[in-house]
């Protein structure tokens, strides 16, 4: 799977949106980028994941650069309970069942603090 | 989404002990996997649970050490065996969701060896 690259820290503003950046300058035309994130003394939370089309579900909005060397989670309001580390995981396929297709392979992350 | 239940939260235990994890899912999932998350580290995947059969190991994770069980669709334990203050960490219990595409996790057990 291929290499993502992601700022260790970010801090944002109560209220106003959160961009988080990552680069997977290496990802394959058949790899998905997922974003989970992991509040302190939870497990990880899935977000939202994408191929190619930026998507938005309730939690957050992804845009994926056209040449999909890079992508943006954006939290478009966030808020305190939004504090987390956010994970950016490229992996083949959308599918997770199937041969080794189930794996998801945790970076560090970057540590998102939201501030009053 | 289902919800995954991991019990214990935390323990503290002693050198050379050993310490079960149990983890219970509210419907059937097909995937069950067990991670580990040590101090100021990401999440590591020791073994994919296998309903019935033996579970599946990554490298450098052995059943002799993490044995872990599903008997069921809904049920998986992990055993920390022979415990050591390097098994100090987080493990976490996940199951893949209906839809294929994603996993949910567990809370997690914080085991602390003394």
Same mark, same amino acid.
């Given at each position: 799977?291929?290499?993502?690259?992601?700022?260790?820290?970010?801090?944002?503003?109560?209220?106003?949106?959160?961009?988080?950046?990552?680069?997977?300058?290496?990802?394959?035309?058949?790899?998905?980028?997922?974003?989970?994130?992991?509040?302190?003394?939870?497990?990880?939370?899935?977000?939202?994941?994408?191929?190619?089309?930026?998507?938005?579900?309730? *939690?957050?909005?992804?845009?994926?650069?056209?040449?999909?060397?890079?992508?943006?989670?954006?939290?478009?309001?966030?808020?305190?309970?939004?504090?987390?580390?956010?994970?950016?995981?490229?992996?083949?396929?959308?599918?997770?069942?199937?041969?080794?297709?189930?794996?998801?392979?945790?970076?560090?992350?970057?540590?998102?603090?939201?501030?009053? | 989404?289902?919800?995954?239940?991991?019990?214990?939260?935390?323990?503290?235990?002693?050198?050379?002990?050993?310490?079960?994890?149990?983890?219970?899912?509210?419907?059937?999932?097909? *995937?069950?996997?067990?991670?580990?998350?040590?101090?100021?580290?990401?999440?590591?995947?020791?073994?994919?649970?296998?309903?019935?059969?033996?579970?599946?190991?990554?490298?450098?994770?052995?059943?002799?050490?993490?044995?872990?069980?599903?008997?069921?669709?809904?049920?998986?334990?992990?055993?920390?065996?022979?415990?050591?203050?390097?098994?100090?960490?987080?493990?976490?219990?996940?199951?893949?969701?209906?839809?294929?595409?994603?996993?949910?996790?567990?809370?997690?057990?914080?085991?602390?060896?003394?």
């Amino acid at each position: 799977d291929a290499k993502t690259t992601q700022p260790p820290s970010m801090d944002c503003a109560e209220g106003r949106a959160a961009n988080l950046p990552c680069n997977h300058s290496t990802i394959s035309g058949n790899e998905y980028v997922y974003w989970y994130r992991q509040i302190h003394s939870q497990g990880p939370q899935y977000i939202i994941h994408g191929l190619k089309n930026n998507e938005t579900n309730e *939690m957050a909005s992804l845009i994926i650069t056209e040449d999909r060397k890079s992508s943006t989670l954006i939290l478009p309001h966030a808020t305190l309970r939004d504090t987390a580390v956010y994970y950016c995981i490229v992996r083949v396929g959308g599918l997770l069942r199937g041969g080794s297709n189930y794996k998801l392979t945790f970076g560090k992350g970057t540590l998102l603090t939201v501030n009053p | 989404s289902a919800v995954i239940s991991q019990k214990p939260s935390r323990d503290i235990c002693q050198r050379g002990t050993s310490l079960t994890i149990q983890c219970q899912v509210d419907s059937q999932v097909t *995937m069950m996997f067990w991670y580990r998350q040590q101090p100021g580290q990401s999440l590591t995947l020791i073994a994919t649970a296998n309903q019935g059969s033996e579970a599946t190991y990554e490298s450098g994770f052995v059943i002799d050490k993490f044995p872990i069980s599903r008997p069921n669709l809904t049920f998986s334990t992990l055993t920390v065996s022979n415990m050591s203050p390097e098994d100090s960490s987080i493990y976490l219990c996940s199951g893949l969701d209906g839809t294929d595409t994603k996993l949910f996790f567990g809370s997690g057990t914080q085991l602390s060896v003394l």
